[in-house]
T-cell receptor
Framework: DAKTTQPNSMESNEEEPVHLPCNHS???????IHWYRQLPSQGPEYVIH???SNVNNRMASLAIAEDRKSSTLILHRATLRDAAVYYC????????????????FGQGTRLTINP | GAGVSQSPRYKVAKRGQDVALRCDPI?????LFWYQQALGQGPEFLTY????????KSGLPSDRFFAERPEGSVSTLKIQRTQQEDSAVYLC??????????FGEGSRLTVL
């Protein structure tokens, strides 16, 4: 499985933007970049995903480098409820092997938001 | 309910007991995944179903772990002769094929 590298932890202040980086230098052409987050005592929650172009939704924005070897999850205005572990995951949906559609989680980035 | 439902939320078992964990996916979701999450770690893949077919069980840690989804909806993860190292949160997720996985809140298993 293609690997991602994220900082172990980050800290930000409430109402400020947060940029969470992810490196994935071995990404293949059929890998989508997915972001999930996990709040304490809850299951992971989908945030956003993309392939090549930058993506926006109500939760966040995803900026993907032109060579696709890195990406950044952007929370435009952090709140205390955004404190969570954020996972950057590559998901191959281009192959015929159905098992390749699984998500492979790393350690993620633990985001702390200061009031 | 609208989300993925797991039961029980908490289970305490004595070492050597068998346990069964249930997952009710979102209605109509074809794909279903089980994950194991140890304290302080990211979730680890266990097994994957497409309808009733178990297409990938490469993550099951031993033959004490068994999963089934006989009618392509509800799934059960069974752990036989539980050991202390089986203590973890077991997460179930379903996928509508849109690229987004929906996770349940998990079943926390503690083996004494």
């Amino acid at each position: 499985d293609a690997k991602t590298t994220q900082p172990n932890s980050m800290e930000s202040n409430e109402e400020e933007p947060v940029h969470l980086p992810c490196n994935h230098s071995t990404i293949s052409g059929t890998d989508y970049i997915h972001w999930y987050r996990q709040l304490p005592s809850q299951g992971p929650e989908y945030v956003i995903h993309g392939l090549t172009s930058n993506v926006n939704n109500r939760m966040a924005s995803l900026a993907i480098a032109e060579d696709r070897k890195s990406s950044t999850l952007i929370l435009h205005r952090a709140t205390l409820r955004d404190a969570a572990v954020y996972y950057c995951i590559l998901r191959d949906v281009g192959g015929g092997d159905q098992g390749a559609q699984k998500l492979v989680f790393g350690q993620g980035t633990r985001l702390t938001i200061n009031p | 309910g609208a989300g993925v439902s797991q039961s029980p939320r908490y289970k305490v078992a004595k070492r050597g007991q068998d346990v069964a964990l249930r997952c009710d996916p979102i209605s109509g979701h074809v794909s279903l995944f089980w994950y194991q999450q140890a304290l302080g770690q990211g979730p680890e893949f266990l097994t994957y179903f497409q309808n009733e077919a178990q297409l990938d069980k490469s993550g099951l840690p031993s033959d004490r772990f068994f999963a089934e989804r006989p009618e392509g909806s509800v799934s059960t993860l069974k752990i036989q002769r539980t050991q202390q190292e089986d203590s973890a949160v077991y997460l179930c997720a379903s996928d509508a094929g849109t690229g987004e996985l929906f996770f349940g809140e998990g079943s926390r298993l503690t083996v004494l």
